[in-house]
Nanobody, 123 residues
Framework: VQLQASGGGLVQAGGSLRLSCAAS????????MGWFRQAPRKEREFVAA????????YYADSVKGRFTISRDNAKNTVYLQMNSLKPEDTAVYYC?????????????????WGQGTLVTVSS
């Protein structure tokens, strides 16, 4: 199983980025998908998750209204659209896959993890 995250980069505060996570080696449509992030000297934290069907989503309060998670099961890809970015959004962002198909916020529920993509938001 491979989860390949991409789309990170340097952006000014108020800007936007779209992260992608391409999955292979698993039946993507059976897996719930999540995005997490880890800032320097901080623990990994939940950002957003989406049910295997794409019909339900869940967001951390810190990103609600600014970030949108979506998925394309035909392309085996999950996305994270990030708008109105803030310096405190700076982190390495990871995608993860949950075999139960749900949209949990606890990282230890997820079976597979991508390698991460760095997002840096300048003030």
């Amino acid at each position: 199983v491979q989860l390949q995250a991409s789309g990170g980069g340097l952006v000014q505060a108020g800007g936007s980025l779209r992260l992608s996570c391409a999955a292979s080696g698993l039946t993507f449509s059976s897996y719930g998908m999540g995005w997490f992030r880890q800032a320097p000297r901080k623990e990994r934290e939940f950002v957003a998750a989406i049910h295997r069907s794409g019909g339900s989503t869940y967001y951390a309060d810190s990103v609600k209204g600014r970030f949108t998670i979506s998925r394309d099961n035909a392309k085996n890809t999950v996305y994270l659209q990030m708008n109105s970015l803030k310096p405190e959004d700076t982190a390495v962002y990871y995608c993860a896959a949950d075999g139960s198909g749900g949209y949990p916020r606890l990282p230890n529920v997820y079976e597979y993890w991508g390698q991460g993509t760095l997002v840096t938001v300048s003030s």
